[in-house]
Structure formats: C-alpha cells, structure tokens
C-alpha cells in the first residue's frame, strides 16, 4: 500500500458527462500528480501542483482540469467526456516540488460510453 | 520519434531464466533513471531509481544506465512468478515544468 488513496475505483458515465476524481497524497506529500494510463498511449502526465500551486503541465486537455486544496487533497475534473477519455487514472505523490520518488495510487478506471 | 522508447512486449519466460528490459532515450537532458513495477489493476510501484551512468544492484534486481548510449536496461536474476507485472522505465531532468516521462511498459510472464 502506496499511503496514496483514490476514489472511485471505478466509474462509468455517457459522452458529455463530467466527472470529478479524488486523491488524497500520502500523509506530509506536498506535491500531487495526476496521470492517465490508456493502452495505446501507455501512462501520460497531466498535471502536478505543489501545496496548493500548479507547478508543472504536462498533455492536459482544456477540457480537464484539476486543483489541489489546503488539506493537499486534489480534485482531477474531466468535463464533456469523450469515448477516447476512457482510461485508468493515477494520481501520485511525493515530499517535495521536484518529481523525484512517487508514490502512485490504485487508480480510477474510467469508462465513457 | 518518441523521448523515451521501450522495447515492446510481451515477454514470457521460465522460472529462474534472467530478463533483460530496455528503454532508450532522445533526450540527454534526462538525469534520473527509474523503473516502475505494475501488477494488474494496481499502480505502478517505484522498483530501482538510478542517477547517471552506471549499475545499481538490489537483491535480484540490476539497473543500469547508459548515457553516452541514451540507453538503461533492467535485469532480473532468477525470475519468480511473482515477478510477473508490467514494467515501466521511467526517467526525468530536473528544471522547470520537469516531468516523469514513461517508457509504454512491457508486460512480463514468468511461467511456474
């Protein structure tokens, strides 16, 4: 067990839906990573924020976004789903703002249809 | 091309055989070297973290990393079942807007 904790596990919603995932990073983790895992693009970073602030962007759709509250748990959006947005979700996290070490959770696998 | 480039899978193999993994490279600003070991339905789970060239050993476990080759390889010493996930290289430079950039993973089978 990573310590890194994500809900749901799983969730299913139609095109055009939104959606809001859950992370929380593990206790002291200041920095929260968000990841999408598809299986022809394999895992890609979307988005990292460091208490509180985004610190670094990665291939995050404007139709996503994401925050970081002051309990340091984060919130991934995913607003006018597509089939394509069918993946499995992964947050990470780590100590500090430079991605060294992290620590993944079990991930959310979302289904569009 | 794409920067980090993995050999693709998957790969099967009997208990006790030695694996090779390998990535490579394009971009030679990478500095910290990693591999991720994902079982089904779960996150990946950091395995070896490397920095600049050379071996780092742990228990059954060699990393070793390349950087006049742009090249890092896993090597697993008497394979288990229980080795049997989807491995992941995983590599980063430091900077601004540094990000983890995965390899796509090869799923190994380490057949009893």
Redo the contacts between chains.
């Keep these: 067990d990573s310590g890194v904790t994500q809900t749901p596990k799983h969730l299913i919603t139609a095109t055009g839906q939104r959606v809001t995932l859950r992370c929380s990073p593990r206790s002291g983790d200041l920095s929260v990573y968000w990841y999408q895992q598809s299986l022809d693009q394999g895992l890609q970073f979307l988005i990292q924020y460091y208490n509180g602030e985004e610190r670094a962007k990665g291939n995050i759709l404007e139709r996503f976004s994401a925050q970081q509250f002051p309990d340091l748990h984060s919130e991934l959006n995913l607003s006018s789903l597509e089939l394509g947005d069918s993946a499995l979700y992964f947050c990470a996290s780590s100590g500090s703002r430079n991605t060294d070490t992290q620590y993944f959770g079990p991930g959310t696998r979302l289904t569009v249809l | 091309q794409k920067e980090v480039e993995q050999d693709p899978g998957p790969l099967s193999v009997p208990e006790g055989a030695i694996v090779s993994l390998n990535c490579t490279y394009s971009n030679s600003a990478f500095q910290?070297f990693m591999w991720?070991r994902q079982y089904s339905r779960?996150?990946?789970?950091?395995l070896m973290?490397t920095y600049s060239s050379g071996n780092k050993e742990d228990g059954r476990f060699t990393a070793q990393v390349d950087k006049s080759s742009k090249y890092i390889s896993l090597f697993i010493r008497d394979s288990q079942p229980s080795d049997s996930a989807t491995y992941?290289c995983a590599m980063?430079y430091?900077g601004a807007?540094?990000?983890?950039?995965?390899?796509?993973?090869i799923t190994l089978s380490v057949r009893p």
Excluded: A, Q, V
Excluded at chain 2, 42 to 46: D, S
Excluded at chain 2, 97 to 105: I, R
């Design positions: 910290y991720y779960k996150g990946p789970e950091l973290y992941l980063i430091t807007n540094s990000k983890l950039t995965f390899g796509k993973g």
